[in-house]
């Protein structure tokens, strides 16, 4: 049974950062690639941030990109999202997901590439 589990979120003011991380267990994911994606409410969810299999390639969605910085430990099972310079338009329940294909060379943020997701973990940020 593959779990992912969130944790890190929280309130804070804009201009703020904040470190959020995803645990595995049950698959060892350092051979899949990982994602972020998030969701406000009311609002279809959105791609945020993959990671490669080995964290030599990323990628962004241009609304995050320059503020935000996926990471991952693969010693640890672990992935990180660092977000900088948070805005109130980043308010949403962070998701993180676990890739489809083994070794899949490049970084990807389409949700159907991602088999495995986990509950989220609430940022909220304040004006």
């Known amino acids: 049974q593959v779990q992912l589990v969130e944790s890190g979120g929280g309130l804070v003011q804009a201009g703020d950062s904040l470190r959020i991380s995803c645990a595995a267990s049950?698959?060892?994911?350092?051979?899949?690639?990982m994602g972020w994606f998030r969701q406000a409410p009311g609002k279809e969810r959105e791609s945020v941030a993959g990671?490669?299999?080995?964290?030599?390639?990323?990628l962004y969605a241009d609304s995050v990109k320059g503020r935000f910085t996926i990471s991952r430990d693969n010693r640890k099972n672990t992935v990180y999202l660092q977000m900088n310079s948070l805005k109130p338009e980043d308010t949403a329940v962070y998701y993180c997901?676990?890739?489809?294909?083994?070794?899949?060379?490049?970084?990807?943020?389409?949700?159907?590439?991602?088999?495995?997701w986990g509950q989220g973990t609430q940022v909220t940020v304040s004006s």
């Open positions: 990671i490669n299999w080995s964290g030599g390639g990323t």
């Open positions: 049950g698959r060892t994911v350092s051979t899949y690639g």
């Open positions: 997901a676990s890739g489809r294909t083994t070794y899949r060379p490049s970084a990807t943020i389409s949700p159907r590439e991602y088999a495995y």
